[in-house]
């Protein structure tokens, strides 16, 4: 039995505990007069039923799921001939998948030879043991389960708080696991960083002014020492993300202000949603219209007036990265605005304010906090932004706030440095951490800024 048809089978056996406990509770409370006289609604004691049949099955498929590759590995590694004990981990994990493909047909016996018969025996043993008995003990796990529950069901068994506790457990678990996989992204990234740092020094890659990560084969080789100085990343990824905003805040603030405060009911209903597609285009066909369409028209422009323009620029990735963003900034400020309570325009108006008055003085402060979010994210959706900037404005590592000249940003650098088949070993593997965890300082640092900036506006307007 595959993976999905496992899942559609414990859907099945959840709807049927579910249902099955709601019945059951049904029929124990009709003698009694009806349900009134239960300790609890019938879909707690469903409930009850489907977490006693679900929750286990789940943990032994989680179990079993986690650790079954490394049994089946340490078991088949250990009928190995005595001479590949001196393998390298390296050697031992391609020698380990031949055998695998040995035992799953892909490959013939006569690539490993019979020294190697005994262990491709027990994986292809270990398999077929697994493939056979682990739906079998997790689908009569989930039955013995639900019947369990069934039989408890009672009248008088108040099932509400012991489900209600189930529930706040699972929640607080799910929190938990999201949590820790953002500790686990930040201290991967900080580890590899360090190992980074280990060989390149901090300084000079904080504070340096060139980026060429080339690490030569030999030590004659030019560009034997690849420099590492991230400030001609830093830079270009500012000025794209500053032109970008350029574009998006003011346009998107404004559309949300005239949705918000003076468009009719009609233009409303027809504009924003034609507005937030914008958001639904993928970012790679952006980047196909910021390099055939704005680009080209850019560069003609500049060539008008005597200006030296780059078939790759800042400028041309920029605008097209704000009228991506352009939707996320007017959403988000056109609900914020919208959230905000008639009482105090009428307020306004009462005092003699013009609605223009009321915008700028009363609506406006009153949902800076939530503008202020929307521009945060914005801001953050530009600097990570990266099929754009490829095909925009180029991969050249430049020092230039020349809009018109080409640049690259951080997210460029990362994906360039990881393409292909990499040993995370160098410094020019390593780098791409250190360039991660640059991005998180500064995104944080962009979160403290808008809290403080939250904070403050919104003690005035208390």
């Not at 994990?93 to 019979?114: C, F, H, K, P």
């Amino acid at each position: 039995m595959n993976a999905s048809t496992l899942v559609l089978v414990l859907i099945a056996i959840t709807v049927a505990s579910y249902y099955g406990g709601v019945m059951r509770s049904q029929a124990l409370a009709r003698p009694l007069g009806g349900i009134k006289h239960l300790s609890a609604l019938p879909s707690y004691y469903g409930f009850m039923a489907v977490t006693w049949a679900v929750i286990p099955a789940l943990i032994l498929l989680l179990v079993w799921t986690i650790y079954e590759a490394s049994v089946i590995s340490n078991m088949v590694i250990a009928l190995l001939p005595s001479e590949t004990a001196s393998l390298s981990e390296g050697e031992l994990g391609l020698l380990y998948s031949r055998i695998a493909n040995v035992a799953s047909g892909i490959m013939q016996w006569d690539t490993l030879g019979e020294a190697y018969r005994p262990a491709v025996e027990r994986m292809i043993e270990l398999q077929t043991f697994t493939a056979r008995y682990k739906p079998i003990l997790v689908i009569s796990l989930a039955v013995v389960g639900a019947l369990i529950a069934l039989k408890m069901v009672s009248a008088q068994w108040n099932v509400r708080y012991p489900v209600e506790r189930i529930f706040n457990i699972l929640l607080f678990l799910c929190s938990g696991i999201a949590v820790l996989i953002t500790v686990g992204i930040v201290f991967s990234v900080v580890f590899e960083s360090l190992r980074f740092f280990g060989e390149i020094s901090f300084f000079d890659f904080v504070f340096g002014t060139q980026w060429s990560p080339q690490i030569a084969i030999r030590a004659d080789q030019v560009g034997a020492s690849g420099a590492f100085g991230v400030i001609p990343l830093l830079v270009g990824t500012m000025l794209i993300s500053i032109i970008a905003m350029f574009v998006a805040v003011p346009v998107g603030l404004m559309s949300a202000i005239y949705l918000s405060e003076y468009a009719s009911v009609q233009v409303r209903n027809i504009v924003k949603p034609l507005l937030e597609i914008l958001a639904g285009i993928p970012t790679i066909v952006y980047g196909f219209f910021a390099a055939i369409t704005v680009a080209p028209a850019i560069r003609a422009a500049g060539e008008g007036v005597g200006l030296e323009v780059a078939s790759e620029s800042a400028l041309a990735a920029g605008l097209v990265m704000g009228v991506m963003i352009i939707p996320f900034v007017s959403s988000l400020s056109d609900d914020v605005i919208n959230a905000v309570p008639n009482s105090l325009r009428d307020g306004s108006y009462g005092l003699g304010a013009t609605q223009s008055e009321t915008i700028r003085k009363v609506i406006i402060p009153a949902a800076l906090p939530g503008i202020v979010g929307g521009v945060l994210l914005a801001v953050s959706r530009a600097i990570g932004e990266t099929m754009i900037v490829v095909m925009a404005a180029g991969s050249m590592a430049n020092l230039t706030v020349n809009p018109l000249e080409a640049v690259t940003t951080v997210t460029v650098q990362i994906v360039t440095l990881l393409v292909g088949d990499q040993e995370f070993d160098n410094a020019k593997t390593l780098a791409a951490f250190a360039l991660g965890l640059m991005l998180f300082v500064i995104t944080l640092g962009l979160n403290f800024i808008a809290l403080y900036v939250v904070k403050k506006y919104r003690e005035q307007y208390d």
